[in-house]
């Protein structure tokens, strides 16, 4: 095995609520993933508080590295690379994995490298699926970002549309404290859903008409606010099923028209809320519809962890040479594929 082939790579990820620590071995073979949530701790305010995920984080990092190193049956010795997110995401908790991995990179003498948060989600697709390259088109949508990237190859990005006010998994995460269900509302309003109506209620249907490839969540958030102050007796499974019809309309049909205008046959789709199943399957009835490829990562890889971080640094650092200086700062709202001008025609 040469060289690059076997390097070992630990990565961290601590972005937002989820302690998270993999080690990957060449660019797509994952050796472990462990990934601690801090959901039930934040559950209680209704979403995360970035001072009591910081301070979670630094408790239980350490003890999660030395996890994942045991559970790899390798030794810290035989680590070649250490990677953590250093944007975007909140600043504190990025601030103690990206210190963390600095300082195992020190201690260890083994190159560091800071990773974009969105492009280790695109990364979670390779190590699903390794043999499906690009280019595509690809649908980011999370608890705190939905985009749509044009990925012409790894590491050739093009901002094509994002939100202009919530991600859509923060939306659903804010009408599920509405509807009282605890945080993350996500995957509990995907189960509400299976046994609502979703043509109970009309809600909006923001910028689905709109000529561009940006997102609208907020004021769906609002209409469902609205609606409850109008029927406080309203079904639970009928506001998630109605709320789910809006969010999969907007986002099939804005992913389905980016990948068509840009000429990509192929859309993939990551981020937590790539695991929503109403979205899946309007995803696929409207791609079989225009003969667009789909395909998107177990549920595991579409929510936050560190292999796609690792996944992400072991390709920039094969492909590119890539490692960052002890100094490199996180970056609390670090884009991706932004320096292309943004344009609506992909020809
Ligand atoms: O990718 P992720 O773990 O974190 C961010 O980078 O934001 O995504 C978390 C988001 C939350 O908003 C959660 O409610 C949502 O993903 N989510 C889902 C489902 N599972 C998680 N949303 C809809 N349906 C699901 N099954
Ligand atoms: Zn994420």
């Not at 990565?11 to 620590?21: G, K, M, N, R, Y």
């Not at 504190?92 to 974009?116: E, I, Q, R, T």
Request: one cysteine or more; charged letters at 20%.
């Amino acid at each position: 095995m040469n060289e690059a082939a076997s390097l070992l790579t630990l990565a961290i990820e601590t972005s937002c609520d989820e302690t998270a620590v993999a080690i990957l071995r060449g660019e797509t073979d994952m050796v472990v993933s462990l990934v601690y949530s801090q959901a039930d701790l934040h559950a209680q305010y209704g979403g995360v508080v970035p001072e009591v995920a910081s301070r979670n984080h630094v408790r239980k990092l350490p003890y999660l590295v030395r996890e994942a190193v045991a559970a790899s049956g390798a030794t810290m010795g035989d680590l070649g690379l250490i990677a953590a997110t250093h944007g975007p995401g909140l600043i504190g908790p990025l601030l103690v994995g990206l210190s963390h991995a600095k300082g195992m990179a020190f201690g260890l003498d083994v190159p560091f490298l800071g990773v974009n948060h969105l492009e280790g989600h695109l990364f979670a697709h390779r190590l699903h699926a390794p043999e499906i390259e690009p280019p595509f088109m690809a649908l980011i949508v999370s608890g705190g970002h939905t985009s749509l990237i044009d990925v012409h190859a790894y590491g050739a990005y093009r901002l094509v549309g994002r939100t202009v006010d919530d991600a859509a998994g923060e939306a659903l995460d804010k009408i599920g404290k509405m509807i009282g269900i605890g945080y993350p509302a996500g995957a509990e309003i995907d189960r509400l859903a299976e046994r609502g109506d979703p043509k109970a209620i009309p809600f909006p249907r923001p910028m689905v008409g709109s000529s561009g490839f940006d997102f609208s969540f907020a004021g769906l958030k609002t209409a469902v606010l609205y609606h409850l102050k109008k029927n406080p007796r309203e079904r639970h499974v009928d506001i998630a099923a109605s709320v789910l019809a809006s969010v999969v309309e907007i986002l099939t049909k804005k992913s389905i028209e980016a990948t068509r205008r840009y000429h990509r046959r192929r859309l993939i789709v990551v981020g937590g809320v790539a695991a929503n199943a109403h979205l899946r399957r309007g995803l696929e009835a409207a791609a079989a519809a225009h003969g667009i490829e789909l395909s998107y990562p177990p549920h595991e890889l579409c929510t936050d962890n560190a292999a796609m971080i690792a996944a992400a640094a072991a390709f920039r650092h094969r492909q590119f040479g890539e490692s960052h200086p002890l100094s490199l700062a996180p970056n609390p709202s670090l884009g991706i594929g932004e320096e292309d001008e943004r344009a609506d025609s992909g020809s």
